[in-house]
């Protein structure tokens, strides 16, 4: 009987890291068949998630972000680009007025802008930005983030309330070596499986939070 109960507690183990494993995989799969994606619907507005910036310069990632809204606007995809992000400890510019100042000085109308100063992770940003937008009776949005980013900000946006789709950036450190798009596939991996888990953000690299 022991031996009996010992066999089937080992394949139910057995069973249970089988299941852990495929979903993971299947979890990573989907983050990288997302990323190769790009929907480009007529929307509300043009949504580019923050990421660090420098004394009101944008990183290299926050700048293939904004360069990326750039192009959507000008085929016409929304009226409007929406910027997100709050102030770190010290930093005198938010992410979302940084994002803005960029955009004017490449030549993207004032009336065309909108700074939303607030959020420090994806799910907060999100959720300020969904606010924001039915605050002006929009709803549809399109997403411009790093391509591994892509299915877990698209996800956070429409639990929001928004309807969302997403175009990621194909440029910038996110995309650069195989090596990089590997190590952002595993932490986006776990990061969506938690949010999808528990409710809740993780604040980290970016593109991670």
Do not use: C, K
């Not at 310069?57 to 959507?72: C, D, G, M, T, Y």
């Not at 983030?145 to 996110?174: F, L, V």
């Amino acid at each position: 009987m022991g031996v009996r109960i010992g066999n089937l507690l080992n394949r139910v183990a057995g069973a249970a890291v089988l299941a852990l494993v495929l979903l993971i995989t299947s979890t990573g799969l989907a983050i990288w068949w997302n990323a190769r994606q790009d929907s480009r619907p007529v929307s509300d507005a043009i949504v580019v998630l923050g990421s660090a910036q420098y004394n009101g310069v944008p990183s290299s990632i926050f700048e293939a972000r904004l360069e990326h809204a750039i192009a959507l606007y000008e085929q016409g995809v929304a009226p409007v680009i929406v910027t997100v992000g709050g102030r770190a400890a010290g930093d005198q510019f938010t992410e979302a007025v940084a994002g803005r100042e960029y955009l004017a000085q490449a030549g993207i109308p004032e009336e065309a802008l909108l700074a939303v100063e607030e959020g420090v992770d994806t799910l907060q940003s999100m959720r300020v930005v969904a606010a924001a937008l039915a605050e002006r009776g929009w709803n549809t949005a399109v997403v411009v983030t790093d391509p591994w980013h892509a299915m877990r900000a698209e996800r956070m946006a429409e639990d929001s309330g928004i309807e969302a789709e997403s175009s990621p950036t194909r440029q910038g450190p996110a995309v650069q070596t195989r090596a990089t798009q590997f190590r952002y596939i595993l932490r986006e991996t776990a990061a969506y499986l938690l949010y999808r888990a528990t409710g809740e953000s993780v604040a980290g690299a970016p593109g991670i939070g």
